[in-house]
């Protein structure tokens, strides 16, 4: 049965399978003639599973050690600092090379509990994902530590063997990406340029905001450049309180299928910590050559508020990116503007794009350690594990 035919449509020439500890390569009828319960040491990396095709991955699960070991204090770390590498076919460069916490959904690599249309975690440890990852030949899956503990790693991945794919069928691709508050406004790149035919299938957002700056942070509007775009995009989404769906709602967590925000902290001296998801599943997303989907952190103020806002906080001038010279919004003030102003903000973006794309290689590196860990307000947060039910 496809993943995506009726339940009630049974099984032509189809073979359900699965990749576990006890049945690495997925073999039918040998389930528990062995067990695999594999240590990987810092810098190491495990092929957790090699699969042949053609077939269509329909659930991926993993978690890490044993429960009396769990939670781990420096969670959020660990989950940034251990990846998910998934190579299709006999491509040269993964398509999926992410932080395991991000790549499942859970927001800045958080331990939370939650539920949506492609991912999981019922009691918050466990990284479940529901997305349907079709193959023509082979998947390799890795899981690369470069956490500073070993980790054991336990695996569960359901497939289903096909006799052959539609030739329209794409193949799973991911992206992660984080942007570090170097100047205001610093536009982050949710998906880079990628080149092909595909289906822009939804994005994680985890956002840490500036601490010395309290003025709203929920400007930011994903742009979706498709096939050609060059200085406007053909999709430019509602600001960030809107970007789930929920109308002004950026504070108030909530879970649906297709949206949701699942983390939010704001720190008594300033800060916060937000996450958020958005899939394109009943609104698609095509390109036909190419896609690339920014965001940029920002506020938008009417002149006399902004005006006022620096006279009463002048040191913000120098974390806000303006359009215009204090002088020239003193001016416009004077003779009356009703003009609103958009200001670029110093956030901590971090994000991960899905698609799917109509070729098996990867276009995108994963950023290093330094870059992905590199320390903010209140993250890596060590008390993430407390968060827990």
Same mark, same amino acid.
């Given at each position: ?12 020439? +189809? ?33 957790? !599973? ?6 269509? =991955? @329909? ?20 989950? +940034? ?11 040269? @460069? ?41 193959? +023509?030949?082979? !998947? #390799? =899956? ?14 569960? =991945?359901? #497939? @289903? ?29 949710? #998906? ?28 930011a509007q994903p742009a979706f450049y498709i096939d050609g775009d060059s200085e406007y995009p053909s999709i430019l989404g509602a600001? #960030? ?53 920014? =965001? ?62 109509? +070729? ?13 860990? !590199? ?15």
């Open positions: 049965m496809r993943a995506d035919s009726p339940m009630y449509r049974l099984s032509h020439g +189809r073979e359900s399978a699965c990749s576990n500890v006890h049945n690495v390569a997925a073999a039918k009828g040998q389930a528990g003639a062995r067990d695999r319960f594999p240590r990987v040491q810092p810098g190491e990396a495990l092929t957790v !599973a090699e699969l042949q095709g053609p077939a269509i =991955i @329909t659930r991926l699960w993993l978690t890490f050690d044993w429960p009396g070991t769990l939670p781990y204090p420096e969670s959020t770390r660990r989950n +940034r600092s251990v990846s998910l590498e998934i190579t299709w076919d006999d491509a040269t @460069t993964p398509a999926i090379r992410v932080p395991v916490g991000d790549f499942f959904g859970h927001p800045l690599s958080y331990d939370l509990p939650f539920e949506n249309a492609f991912f999981e975690s019922p009691a918050g440890r466990s990284l479940l994902c529901f997305i349907p990852m079709p193959f +023509r030949q082979r !998947a #390799l =899956i890795r899981i690369v530590n470069e956490f500073d503990q070993p980790i054991t790693v336990f695996h569960d =991945i359901r #497939l @289903t063997r096909e006799p052959a794919l539609d030739a329209d069928d794409g193949y799973l691709h991911a992206c992660f990406s984080r942007t570090l508050p170097s100047e205001p406004g610093r536009r982050h790149h949710i #998906l880079p340029l990628v080149q092909g035919r595909g289906r822009y299938l939804g994005t994680q957002l985890g956002v840490i905001t500036d601490r010395f700056n309290p003025l709203h942070w929920h400007g600001s #960030l309180d809107d970007f789930a769906g929920a109308s002004w709602a950026y504070e108030t967590p909530f879970m649906h299928q297709d949206s949701g925000l699942l983390l939010s902290r704001r720190f008594p001296l300033g800060g916060g910590h937000y996450g958020f998801y958005c899939y394109h599943r009943r609104d698609p997303i095509y390109f036909a050559d190419s896609c690339a989907v920014a =965001i940029r952190p920002k506020l938008d103020l009417a002149a006399a508020d902004l005006l006022a806002t620096l006279t009463a906080c002048p040191g913000l001038i120098e974390r806000l990116a303006m359009p215009l010279s204090l002088a020239e919004l003193q001016a416009a003030v004077a003779a009356g503007s009703d003009a609103w102003y958009e200001c670029g903000r110093l956030d901590d973006l971090a994000s991960v794009a899905y698609y799917y794309l109509d +070729r098996p290689e990867g276009d995108h590196p994963l950023a290093p350690l330094d870059l992905r860990c !590199a320390p903010a307000c209140q993250w890596p947060a060590d008390d993430a594990q407390t968060l827990l039910p």
